[in-house]
């Protein structure tokens, strides 16, 4: 037996609601830890806070690839850690692994054939970056751009990317300049992460939308009109992106978080002069889901590790210390208290 933290959902902030950090609590718990064959004790390093997590905090995730937290038990997400002992045949102590299942407990003992083993080497021993620019929301970044974006290089195309200075975001913005637009534009909630943008990560200019007139400074970054949106917010904002796209663009819909605390249906509907206007300009606006390109995953991951290996992409993490942060972190992210990927470091 051996003493042990994990984080439960103590309430739900309810369909129209703001989540709150007491939604989740903190428990001491118990963990035998004789494994039986096949099972694997595992140590937590670092958890992710995603913004689909808000669904999961309703009864009714309003997704069927997605199942509700039950209150009062234990919370899962994108995990990584490191095996303390093994019965399973393909994990051995000290080996690095990852679940998109993983329970927000500093350790756990879980069936083998639920983890994934990773190869610290693809990181250069960043292990978090796996929970992000190396992980799913890279996988996002990309396979949104590469499936969905219609990128001509060569063309001079202008790419928009709302939630930029985000996981996601920031890496599809350093993507969409790799592979061949001629001005990459980030929208996104400061000034501070404006200047990030545009000084660290290689964007061309970027918009702060809780400032001054949004649609004008758009305008301004983007003189030849919007090619490819890269649309991670929704609402007032992409509105506003839509209305300066060009003929014959793409909108692709990645996520829509402005929108994420409402009982809406997924993707939630636009207004009626957006709509006309997807229409009469012949704009695409497809929903993109990382999840239905698992047989890209793999050479998808190999690409990003590269990348980031040869510092191609840019790495933005804000990492807090501690499980009984979790859901504070997850109650900043969905605010934008995060740069890049919001991590939570368990144990070291
Ligand atoms: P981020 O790291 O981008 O964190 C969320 C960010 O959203 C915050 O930092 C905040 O930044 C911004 N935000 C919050 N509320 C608002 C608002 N009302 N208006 C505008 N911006 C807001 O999260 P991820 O990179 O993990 O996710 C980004 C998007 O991608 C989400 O919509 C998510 O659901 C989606 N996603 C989709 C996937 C798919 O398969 N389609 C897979 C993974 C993610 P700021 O300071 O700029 O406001």
Redesign the pocket.
Known sequence: MSRILRVVLNSRPGKNGEPVPENFRVEESTLTTDLKPGEVLVRTLYLSV???MRCRMNEDTGADYLSPWVLSECVDGGGVGVVESSRHDAFSKGDTVTSFNWRWQTCDVVDGSRLQKLDPDLVNGHLSYFLGAVG??GL?ALL?VREKGHLKPGANQTMVI????????SVAGQIGKLDGCGRVVG????EE?CRVLVSELGFSSAVN?RKGDVSAALRESCPDGVDVYFD??G?A?SDTVIAQMNKDSHVIL?????Q?NKDVAYPPPLSTETQELLHSKNITRER????SYMEKHEAGLLQLSQWVKAGQIKVLETIVNGIENMGGAFCS??????I???IVKISD
């Open positions: 995603d913004p689909y799913m929301p996002t949104g709302s939630g930029a200075a985000g996981a996601c975001g929208i996104c909630g400061s992460k939308y991670n917010v609402g904002i990645c996520g829509q978080i402005s994420y993109f889901m990382v999840l992210m969905m605010t934008g208290g995060n890049g990927k919001q």
